[in-house]
């Protein structure tokens, strides 16, 4: 089994359960969500938006490899009613937003995922959780 972190985020309908579904939804397709942090709530990163957002992140025990795994989670956002992902640095309001931020300690570059998640030490709204769950049972 990898273990993999993910970082979690949504701005628009009803935040909270639409990450609880995420996590339902990952725990259903690609592994075992075994540790998840606090929710909290931050300010739109990278553009302008009146929606706050709710993020938080999760460890994944997964047997998928990343590729199989960036496909589970673009499926998840998708069903959970994302349409367009972010490109070149332009974001957008999002109902769920999941990266994965490390697996196992795996460096990859590819034109599609780079790992680890390459802007996750400028974003307190990831370091904040990822420290929270890196800290359980250490």
Not at 92 to 109: A, E, F
Request: charged share 25%; glycine share 6%; hydrophobic share 35%.
């Amino acid at each position: 089994m990898h273990t993999v972190y993910l970082s979690l985020g949504s701005n628009l309908g009803d935040r909270e359960a639409t990450m609880r579904r995420a996590i339902g939804l990952l725990n259903e397709r690609a592994g075992s969500v075994d540790r998840q942090s606090s929710f909290i709530e931050t300010e739109p990163w990278g553009f302008e938006s009146a929606n706050r957002f709710l993020n938080m992140c999760v460890r994944l025990l997964t047997a998928l490899q990343p590729a199989e795994l960036l496909e589970a989670t673009k499926q998840i956002e998708r069903e959970l009613g994302r349409t367009q992902k972010s490109v070149n640095g332009k974001y957008h309001d999002r109902p769920i937003d999941i990266d994965i931020l490390m697996y196992d300690d795996l460096q990859l570059s590819t034109p599609d995922l780079t790992l680890p998640h390459p802007h996750m030490q400028e974003r307190e709204f990831v370091m904040i959780p990822l420290r929270e769950i890196l800290s359980i049972g250490s």
